[in-house]
């Protein structure tokens, strides 16, 4: 029998959703690659969803998450912003510390279910 197990993704919202592992992801992404393009193709995401969701989390934040060189015949770069820098820490920050509370939680109320599955 499979075990059983929980799935927990945060999201931030405003009106709607602007803020989530995919953005994390491509933040990381950015950060690891220097470019969103290569980010992109790193997560298996159209180049176009990327300015999409990019744009939406920087408009409800009210900040820029990257600074952007324009690419020309070696194409452009992108970095982390200050801010942008900042608040995926915190987001990172917040995420791992609701994965603890949540796998101590999972323990609390189906770890005695873990033990009969074995």
């Given at each position: 029998m499979?075990?059983l ?5 945060l ?6 959703k602007?803020f989530g592992?995919?953005v ?9 690659r ?7 193709r ?6 176009s ?10 408009d ?13 015949s ?5 970095a ?6 900042a ?8 995420v791992?510390a609701?994965?603890q509370?949540?796998d101590?939680?999972?323990d ?6 873990e033990?009969?599955?074995?």
């Amino acid at each position: 029998m499979e075990p059983l197990r929980y799935d927990l993704r945060l999201r931030l919202f405003r009106d709607q959703k602007f803020f989530g592992p995919g953005v994390a992801e491509l933040l990381h992404g950015v950060e690891n690659r220097g470019s969103i393009r290569a980010a992109c193709r790193d997560m298996g995401m159209a180049y176009s969803k990327a300015w999409k969701i990019l744009n939406r989390a920087e408009d409800d934040l009210g900040f820029a998450l990257l600074s952007r060189e324009a690419g020309g015949s070696g194409g452009g770069n992108a970095a982390l912003t200050p801010e942008g820098k900042a608040f995926l820490q915190r987001y990172d920050a917040f995420v791992h510390a609701v994965q603890q509370q949540s796998d101590r939680l999972y323990d609390e109320f189906f770890g005695d279910m873990e033990e009969r599955d074995e």
